[in-house]
């Protein structure tokens, strides 16, 4: 199985709400990543997970809270968005260390904010 | 840090070959990924170059140059179904898992 699940594909939230975004692999994977994608740009590296442990915070802003409560799943808190967050929210997973460094994105979140 | 330079936008036939560039300036890193994403879609894994040299999988072959700070994907026997943006990545050797994506290069197959 080498598939990426995220939930919930498109998401529209007010600038005063609470959501998670959530992934899932079980691919054996010890290396969750989430990363912002906005229209015609690569995406952008948000948070790396690495065994459990944040290892990575591309200074990202703290109205997005990443948590990792098992080797297999990977949320995204959301709380107080603002417009300019509305984007595609991409959720992958990668061996540490493999020899080919291929990471497996998922389908990923649309996020539109309001 | 990382920087890598794609040209924006390519047009090719199809059945034709394209090459698709990326030039980057870095502090260090394993190795070249490269990742076709269709619009709407997931970055999807093509290939990847620990050493110099050319990778060939299938219609896709990749080549690294590190003296030369530069690499490229090659499509063969271009198909409709490869119209996509194609990005290179690259990750630190600084450890932590840290992955920058290239500009992007959105290709457009045509008849």
């Known amino acids: 199985d080498t598939e990426v699940t995220q939930t919930p594909k498109h998401l529209v939230m007010g600038m005063t709400n609470k959501k998670s975004l959530k992934c899932e692999q079980h691919?054996?994977?010890?290396?969750m990543y989430w990363y912002k994608q906005k229209a015609k740009k690569p995406p952008e590296l948000m948070f790396v997970?690495?065994?459990?442990?944040?290892?990575i915070n591309e200074s990202v802003p703290s109205r997005f809270s990443p948590e990792c409560p098992n080797s297999s799943l990977l949320n995204l808190h959301l709380h107080a968005l603002q417009p300019e967050d509305s984007a595609l929210y991409l959720c992958?997973?990668?061996?540490?260390?493999?020899?080919?460094?291929?990471?497996?994105f998922g389908p990923g979140t649309r996020l539109t904010v309001l | 840090g990382q920087s890598l330079e794609q040209p924006s936008e390519v047009t090719a036939v199809e059945g034709a070959i394209v090459q698709i560039n990326c030039t980057y300036q870095?502090?260090?890193?394993?190795?070249l990924s490269w990742y076709q994403q269709h619009d709407g879609g997931a970055p999807t894994f093509l290939s990847y170059?620990?050493?110099?040299g050319l990778e060939e999988t299938g219609r896709f072959s990749s080549f690294l140059s590190r003296s030369d700070s530069y690499g490229y994907l090659l499509l063969q026997e271009l198909q409709m179904k490869d119209s996509a943006s194609y990005f290179c990545?690259?990750?630190?050797?600084?450890?932590?898992?840290?992955?920058?994506f290239g500009t992007g290069t959105k290709l457009q197959v045509i008849p």
């Open positions: 990545a690259v990750r630190d050797t600084g450890g932590y898992q840290k992955v920058t």
């Open positions: 992958a997973s990668s061996q540490v260390g493999g020899p080919t460094d291929t990471q497996y």
């Open positions: 170059n620990a050493l110099d």
């Open positions: 870095t502090s260090g890193f394993y190795g």
């Open positions: 997970y690495s065994y459990e442990k944040l290892s």
């Open positions: 691919m054996g994977h010890r290396a």
